[in-house]
Nanobody, 118 residues
Framework: QVQLVESGGGLVQAGGSLRLSCSAS????????MGWYRQAPGKQRTLVATITSSGSTNYADSVKGRFTISRDNAKNTVYLQMNSLKPEDTAVYYCQAQVVTTRYLELWGQGSLVTVSS
């Protein structure tokens, strides 16, 4: 069974930084695109950033220039470095991965709460 396990959320003051990590465990043939999404209270889940297996990235306009997504394929891990955090970045952040086993799966992590105080 393939799982995504997140770490790194927490409370930070506006202007501060946090780094989220998400590691895949279990048996699978490949990890394709991985990404981060977030869901603020009372709002829908939205895309933050994605990264392909070859390293191509895509960002939501609201985080461009402040957040950086990266991955370590040897560790099956994706990261989200968040700098210059704003109160409006407060949300539960979810890792997502496209995983190929005997079939194609889209998996989600358990979610990490990021709270930015003003």
């Amino acid at each position: 069974q393939v799982q995504l396990v997140e770490s790194g959320g927490g409370l930070v003051q506006a202007g501060g930084s946090l780094r989220l990590s998400c590691s895949a465990s279990g048996s699978y043939a490949s990890l394709n695109t991985m990404g981060w999404y977030r869901q603020a209270p009372g709002k829908q889940r939205t895309l933050v950033a994605t990264i392909t297996s070859s390293g191509s990235t895509n960002y939501a306009d609201s985080v461009k220039g402040r957040f950086t997504i990266s991955r370590d394929n040897a560790k099956n891990t994706v990261y989200l470095q968040m700098n210059s955090l704003k109160p409006e970045d407060t949300a539960v952040y979810y890792c997502q991965a496209q995983v190929v086993t005997t079939r194609y799966l889209e998996l989600w992590g358990q979610g990490s709460l990021v709270t930015v105080s003003s």
